[in-house]
């Protein structure tokens, strides 16, 4: 059928398909009864089209790190089928996830979304996860294809590495999604590939992905990241996303007539896309109906399972699981206690049905709130707290806020991200908006309001102008780098008193660097005081555990910008040392999207790390809290004592954050437990760190053969949990090279096995390598190469708490070629 449909197209009907239609469709040929498709993000639910806020409610899973530190391919495998129902949910036949990129420096602001530092443990995940997914006949989309590890210019750095590091740490994701996983969609990257736009590497896109791999699939743009027409199609891209089209339609049609793209690569991307149509169902039922809302029990336990599955019990002396009838008073304390922190912020973030917060959680877990106090003592948003209410919107024709009003909008925070028109007579650069609010002040004094925008905006409290968004108006860190750095005026305000909020806002009349964004969040707050501090002080010193939830939240944990440290912001640090002081019994519950330093570490009784854990946020974080669930998780990243003891950090702007517009990947292969284990310098915690609430006992492993044949060799290990309880255990399979013709890390790992044992009883962990598991990759050779000699397979717990080791000899060396010609260097 796809054959005859391309025969039957016209050369402009085959370019037509090469582009979307708007910002989540793809293009319709209704001549030939070609469906239009809807793509929706993310990676931790369906969002759906429209805003990247508010909109109609999905179902919010964890963060992909909550996920990475599960170490569960078959639960991922549980939450793809789970996502590909709320894709249906929205109409939706493509899932813009997974995200697997790698943690390289501990400072991305997408770190949350990705799953680890390693790659065998990404790969494992990435393919459940699209396992589960397309088993629905839902396209997933790994992405963002590649070496897109920072938020810093990420639409114009460019990521230098050599090739070796290229196919050994940052490529196998990819290569197990396409060879394993057989996934239909892959997402280039924003960043340039050793000068080239990854939009347009014909090395990375067709020689590599299409020629030496064999995929089949189709190749879409980052939203906004493509930039040309002959090179990018040429290049092997398939998908210029969003539409309308900026670079194909007209501008392709004539590149083809003049010969400077050849009509048969057109004719192979128009295929791609109608096989995507195929696999997908379009051509059967190509039904686009509204989108909807759909809260289903079976999803609300996943969550709260996967939730409590990655947490990891980074420290205990004891104090937990907590006992819930020997408590008569507990202080719930922070700035997440009583915040929902569901999720990362950016392309990530959704509507979510609701959102439980660790107090609720624990409320619930303990029957009701009156032994339970709780004060937010400090704050930890770096931007001005948004206003919560009613608050309601009016839309213009022209930018000055006159005429009729052509659309009213409401909304239940006062922030606003239009991707489509709220109406589609309005044209997104020559329109205007009125949003209106009010507030009660609840403390007097001095506050802060905070205005940031991409378009231009003005702030007026009881009609006064006090914050302006238009003069001197430049590109900042917010909506995805588009916006002005937040402006924020001080205001005195009294208690009890409302007052009118007013923000008019105006499109600006052109583009900005070829992106459409249109977007405006204001908030006012009142600041930290000493007194708040002591009085959550006070508090903590008379009850019997105090628990602190802190970290960060999407606005830190964001797309578009990266940290700048591994600190906690605001005065949490401070919090944490004075209420621990007072109270030896306190927990630290952390919710961060990646690694932070604990000067304060050993100060408290107990520290769990519970990342962005979804929907379900407040009662998986009181499940573990209160024992009625293991805490599950191992850190799937390390966790350094200091940010300096990463390998991107070395005081280099080459290496981190890039300068001149480029990005230099120095530390090469030692990425993560590689560079901990070859410097020496002793982690925080180390890679597959975590404690449990019972206790094992390890058999000594058993494997198959001591030497290395074509079937690969088998290990066992029995694992008993000795405990009174049923716990998880994670077992770690590296493998160790005794000697090398080129340098190697340490160890590298290339099993694991996750097992969920009850208490008293006895499981198995079966792992098993292959030859290719003994390969580093040469790239004079252009061969995967495996050298004759001895080996170690090292069995472990984390990287650093090795268990056993194993003799392993391979008899004769082993090779397999590469078809790719070599990376092309470094284009300045």
């Given amino acids: 059928m796809i054959d ?75 939450m793809g089928v789970a996502l590909a129902e709320e894709a249906k949910t929205k109409s939706a036949r493509v899932l813009l996830a997974p995200t697997v990129n790698i943690h390289r420096s501990g400072l991305n602001g997408r770190n949350f979304e990705c799953y680890s530092e390693d790659p065998m443990l990404t790969s494992a995940l990435a393919v459940a996860y699209i396992d ?15 070496a897109n590890d920072s938020e810093v210019e990420r639409q114009t750095m460019s990521s230098d590495l050599d090739e070796r590091t290229l196919r050994e740490i940052y490529l196998p994701p990819f290569e197990a999604a396409v060879k394993k996983a057989g996934v239909f969609a892959i997402m280039s990257s924003y960043n340039r590939l050793n000068g080239i736009w ?74 791609r896309i109608l096989l995507l149509l195929e696999r997908v169902g379009a051509f059967v039922d190509a039904t686009m109906e509204d989108e909807k809302a759909a809260d289903r029990p079976e999803h609300r336990a996943l969550i709260r399972k996967l939730g409590a599955d990655g947490m990891v019990l980074l420290k205990n002396d004891g104090i937990l699981p907590l006992d819930k009838s020997a408590l008569d008073r507990i202080a719930v304390l922070g700035p997440n206690a009583a915040e929902p922190r569901v999720m990362g912020g950016g392309s990530a973030q959704i509507n979510a049905h609701y959102k439980v917060s660790p107090l609720e959680g624990i409320q619930n877990a303990l029957s009701g709130t009156n032994r339970v106090v709780h004060l937010k003592a400090c704050r930890n948003n ?117 007052y009118d909020i007013r923000v008019d806002y105006r499109a600006m009349s052109e583009s900005y660097e070829g992106i459409e964004i249109r977007a405006v969040r204001f908030g006012a707050e009142f600041p930290t005081t000493d007194a708040a501090i002591a009085e959550a002080v006070e508090q903590a010193r008379t009850c019997d555990v105090a628990i602190l939830v802190v970290g960060r939240e999407g606005e830190w944990d ?125 982690p925080l915690f180390p890679f597959g760190y975590g404690l449990s609430y019972t206790r094992f006992e390890w058999s000594a492993p058993r494997a198959s053969s001591l030497d290395m044949g074509k ?82 397979l090292v069995i472990a717990a984390n990287a650093e708490d090795i268990r056993a080791t194993l003799p392993l000899r391979l008899a004769e060396e082993w090779r397999e070629g590469v078809s790719a010609p070599p990376l092309p260097a470094v284009v300045s």
């Avoid at 589960?132 to 590649?146: C, E, L, N, W, Y």
């Avoid at 896109?205 to 002959?230: A, C, N, P, Q």
């Avoid at 255990?729 to 090398?740: A, F, G, M, N, R």
């Avoid at 190697?744 to 096995?753: C, H, M, W």
Wanted: with cysteine; charged share 25%.
């Fill in 382 to 498: 770096r931007l001005t707290q948004m206003i919560r209410g009613d608050v309601e919107v009016e839309f213009f024709h022209g930018r000055d806020w006159s005429g009729p009003v052509v659309q009213r909008a409401s909304a239940e925070e006062s922030q606003f991200f239009w991707l489509d028109m709220p109406d589609a007579s309005l044209d997104p650069r020559n329109f205007s908006a009125r949003i209106s609010t009010r507030l009660r002040a609840e403390e007097t004094g001095s506050h802060v309001f905070g205005l940031t925008n991409a378009g231009f905006a003005m702030l007026y409290v009881d009609d006064e102008l006090l914050v302006d968004g238009e003069t001197g108006w430049a590109k900042g860190d917010n909506f995805f780098g588009l916006g002005n750095t937040e402006v924020r005026v001080e205001k005195p305000l009294e208690a009890g008193r409302t």
């Fill in 4 to 78: 005859d449909l391309l025969d039957r197209m016209t050369l402009e009907e085959q370019v037509s398909l090469l582009a979307g239609a708007d910002f989540w469709t793809t293009v319709a040929v209704e001549r030939l009864g070609i469906p239009e498709i809807k793509v929706t993000d993310g990676p931790n639910g369906a969002r759906g089209g429209g805003s990247l806020v508010g909109g109609v409610r999905s179902a919010c899973f964890p963060a992909a790190i909550g996920l990475g530190a599960s170490w569960n391919p078959d639960l991922v495998r549980e």
């Fill in 132 to 146: 589960g997914v397309q088993s629905q006949g839902i396209a997933a989309t790994i992405k963002h294809f590649v």
């Fill in 711 to 792: 079937d690969g060799v088998a290990i066992e290990i029995d694992v008993t949990n000795t405990g009174d309880r049923a716990g998880a255990e994670l077992v770690q399979l590296y493998v160790k090279p005794k000697s090398s013709r080129l340098p190697r890390p340490v160890k590298e790992l290339k099993a694991f096995a996750k097992l969920a044992i009850p208490a008293g009883e006895t499981s198995t962990a079966r792992l098993s390598i292959t030859i290719r598991d003994l390969a580093y990759f040469d790239p004079q050779a252009r061969a995967w190469i495996a050298e004759p000699g001895d080996y170690e």
């Fill in 558 to 682: 964001t797309e578009g910008l990266d940290l700048p440290d591994m600190r906690l912001p605001g005065r949490q640090e401070e919090l944490i040392e004075k209420v621990a002081a007072v109270n030896p019994r306190t927990v630290v519950v952390l919710q961060t999207g990646g690694p932070v330093e604990m000067p304060w570490l050993d100060k408290v009784s107990a520290v769990i790390q519970a990342w962005y854990p979804g929907q379900e946020a407040g009662n998986a974080i009181a499940d573990v809290l209160f024992g009625d669930a293991e805490p599950g998780g191992r850190l799937p990243q390390t966790f350094p004592q200091r940010l300096t003891d990463n390998a991107a950090i070395t005081g280099d702007p080459k290496t981190y954050p890039g300068q001149d517009g480029h990005v230099v990947y120095a530390e090469g292969l030692a990425v993560g437990y590689r560079h901990h284990d070859a410097d020496g310098a002793k």
């Fill in 198 to 271: 990854t939009s347009e590497h014909h090395w990375l896109l067709t020689k590599l992905l299409r020629e030496e791999w064999g995929y089949d699939g189709i190749v879409m743009s980052d939203w906004f990241g493509s930039h040309t027409t002959e090179a990018s199609v040429t290049g092997g891209l398939d998908l210029e996303m969003p539409g309308p089209t900026r670079d194909r339609g007209e501008k392709l049609v004539a590149a083809v007539r003049e010969g400077r793209v050849p009509a048969e690569t057109v004719k192979a991307a128009a295929r």
